[in-house]
Nanobody, 119 residues
Framework: QVQLVESGGGLVQAGGSLRLSCVAS????????MGWYRQAPGKQRELVAT???????NYSDSVKGRFAISRGNAKNTVYLQMNSLKPEDTAIYYC?????????????WGQGTQVTVSS
């Protein structure tokens, strides 16, 4: 089992920045990728950014060039640096950890942290 705890959400004005953190505990050796997803009111949860155990990153087009995902030295922490925030970035942001590959992928989720961007 893997437990994920997020922190760093809050209220910020458009154009501002926030940094989200997620710490994984438990059987972290089984994790092969971590990332961030978000869910706005009335919308489906969507990918924001992911990073694999080898350091490969992937971003949604809506955040590319504004957000940056990274891992801590201990590899059980993942960060999301969010710059040039827009009101449409307002959502609950969830930390994600994956084990397995393809059809055998299993997802672990954090409890979520609220990000609100005011115009």
């Amino acid at each position: 089992q893997v437990q994920l705890v997020e922190s760093g959400g809050g209220l910020v004005q458009a154009g501002g920045s926030l940094r989200l953190s997620c710490v994984a505990s438990g059987s972290i050796f089984i994790i092969n990728a971590m990332g961030w997803y978000r869910q706005a009111p009335g919308k489906q949860r969507e990918l924001v950014a992911t990073i694999t155990s080898s350091g490969n990153t992937n971003y949604s087009d809506s955040v590319k060039g504004r957000f940056a995902i990274s891992r801590g030295n201990a590899k059980n922490t993942v960060y999301l640096q969010m710059n040039s925030l827009k009101p449409e970035d307002t959502a609950i942001y969830y930390c994600n950890a994956k084990k397995g590959w393809g059809a055998a992928t299993y997802n672990y989720w954090g409890q979520g942290t609220q990000v609100t961007v005011s115009s």
